[in-house]
């Protein structure tokens, strides 16, 4: 159940139009990950990168809040790495990150949370 939702999830293509670019939803992790961080949506940099966390937020939060390594971090045995919006949704005007759109957040991330074997 939970790879099958991780396959529909990447390569979900539903606000491509909204977006006028391809979206690439990143998903990390799996359902017994021990620790659960859900952020707002991924930056430009991880929509490139493909893996969650490879900008300035993720050298925040990895050093000083977490305080572990990379290795630690993306060890799926410890953590699954969700967000509200999959996908990088672009800067607005004033190059403001633009709100996630809450149809990702309606069409995911309940189902992902279900699926957890975990505490939360």
């Known amino acids: 159940m939970f790879n099958e ?3 529909e999830i990447e390569k ?3 606000c491509e139009e909204k977006f006028g670019f391809e979206p690439h939803p990143i998903f990390w992790g799996q359902e017994n990950s021990k ?3 859900i952020s707002l949506a991924p930056s430009s940099a991880v929509h490139n ?3 969650p966390f490879t900008d300035m937020s993720g050298k925040t939060l990895k050093k000083e809040w977490y305080q572990i390594s990379d290795e630690e971090f993306y060890n799926v045995d410890n953590f699954f790495i969700g967000a509200i919006a999959h ?3 672009e800067k607005d005007k ?3 990150d633009r709100q996630p759109p809450k149809c990702c957040f309606n069409k995911w991330v309940e ?3 279900k699926i ?3 505490e939360i």
Do not use: M, P, W
């Open 87 to 89: 996908c990088y949704s």
């Open 49 to 51: 990168s493909g893996k």
């Open 5 to 7: 939702l991780k396959r």
């Open 94 to 96: 004033k190059g403001n």
């Open 116 to 118: 957890l074997n975990n």
């Open 111 to 113: 189902k992902e949370l």
């Open 12 to 14: 979900c293509n539903y």
């Open 35 to 37: 620790i659960v961080q």
